[in-house]
C-alpha cells in the first residue's frame, strides 16, 4: 500500500506572487501631481494677489465676529433641526395616518424648496404678514422676523426635514424581531424604544447627521444674502473698501476649511466611539491583500 501513498507538498516551495506593477495608476497619478503643482505655481506667480495681506485679516476682528455667528448659526441651526427631526420622525413612524401626512407634507416641502427661495421668503414674510397680534397688542413681522431670525429658520426648518428622513431611516432599520423580542421580555414600547432601538438607530443615525453638520456648516454661507453678519458676509464687507476681493475669498475659505477639518476629525472619533467593544470596523480585504472598496485604474 506504501506504492500508492503520495508525498506531503510543501507549500514553501510554492513560487510567491508578488503584486504587479500597476502603470494605470502611476500615470494617473504622476497627471494629478503634474496639475496640481501647475495651478499652484500659476496662482502662487500671480502678480495680482497680495498674499501678505492674508494672513493679517485671519485674525481682523470682523471676520472672527463672522467666524463666531457662523458657528453659532450652525450650531443653533442642528440642535434645532434635530429636534424637529425626532419629532417628525416619530410621526413618520407612528400608526396615526394624521400624523404621518402632517410628517410627510413637511418633508416634502422644506426639502423641495430651494434653500436660497426659503431664505428670501422667511426674510420677507412681512410682505403678506405684516404684523400679528391678539387684541390691542400687535408687533411689526420686520421687528420680530430679524435677518438673523430669517436665516435661522430657513436653515433649522430645512435641516429639520432631512435629519427626519435620516432619523426614520435608522429607526426603520432596525429589525423588527428586536422589537418583539424586547415585548416578550415584558418590556414596555418606551423602555423597547430607549433601550433596545435607540442605541441601535443611532449607530446607523450619527454617520450622515455629522455629514449634515459639516454641510450646514458651507450652507450658512447662503446667508449673506439678506445681510447676516456672518463670516462670508464680513468678508465681503472688507472687500467692498479695500478692493481685496481674492484676498477675503482666501481668508473666508482659509477659516471655513480649518472648522470643517476639526469637525470631520470630531466625526471620526465619535463614529469610532459607537463602534460595540469587540468589534473592529475592517476594511474588507481580497485574497491579495487590496481594500476591496477601491476601484483600480490599470
Not at 60 to 84: H, K, N, Q, W, Y
Not at 177 to 189: I, S
Not at 198 to 223: F, Y
Amino acid at each position: 500500500m506504501a506504492l500508492f501513498q503520495a508525498s506531503p507538498i510543501s507549500l514553501s516551495l510554492a513560487p510567491s506572487v508578488g503584486r504587479p506593477m500597476r502603470w494605470g495608476q502611476i500615470a494617473t497619478g504622476a497627471i494629478a501631481i503634474s496639475a496640481l503643482a501647475f495651478f499652484a505655481l500659476v496662482v502662487g506667480q500671480s502678480q495680482s494677489i497680495q498674499w501678505s495681506e492674508i494672513p493679517r485679516y485671519l485674525v481682523d476682528p470682523s471676520i472672527l465676529r463672522g467666524v463666531l455667528l457662523t458657528l453659532e448659526l450652525t450650531a443653533g441651526a442642528m440642535v434645532f433641526g434635530i429636534v424637529l427631526g425626532c419629532l417628525l420622525a416619530l410621526m413618520a413612524t407612528s400608526q396615526n395616518l394624521v400624523l404621518k401626512v402632517i410628517a410627510a407634507g413637511f418633508v416634502w416641502w422644506f426639502r423641495g424648496v430651494p434653500l436660497i427661495v426659503q431664505i428670501f421668503f422667511w426674510f420677507n414674510i412681512a410682505l403678506f404678514i405684516p404684523q400679528v397680534g391678539m387684541g390691542s397688542f400687535t408687533i411689526s413681522i420686520n421687528d420680530l422676523v430679524t435677518p438673523a431670525l430669517a436665516g435661522f429658520l430657513a436653515l433649522g426648518l430645512h435641516e429639520a426635514a432631512n435629519m427626519s428622513e435620516i432619523i426614520r431611516g435608522g429607526l426603520i432599520a432596525v429589525d423588527r424581531g428586536q422589537r418583539e423580542a424586547a415585548t416578550a421580555l415584558g418590556l414596555k414600547k418606551t423602555q423597547t424604544f430607549l433601550t433596545v432601538i435607540m442605541p441601535q438607530a443611532t449607530r446607523i443615525i450619527v454617520p450622515p447627521t455629522g455629514n449634515q453638520a459639516i454641510g450646514m456648516l458651507k450652507a450658512s454661507a447662503i446667508v449673506s444674502v439678506i445681510g447676516m453678519q456672518d463670516l462670508l458676509t464680513q468678508a465681503q464687507a472688507i472687500y467692498a473698501r479695500n478692493f481685496l476681493v481674492i484676498e477675503l475669498l482666501f481668508v473666508a475659505s482659509i477659516w471655513y476649511l480649518a472648522i470643517t477639518s476639526v469637525a470631520s476629525i470630531g466625526q471620526h472619533y465619535l463614529e469610532k466611539s459607537l463602534v460595540p467593544k469587540g468589534r473592529t470596523a475592517e476594511k474588507p480585504r481580497a485574497a491579495d491583500g487590496r481594500d476591496r472598496r477601491s476601484f483600480d485604474v490599470n
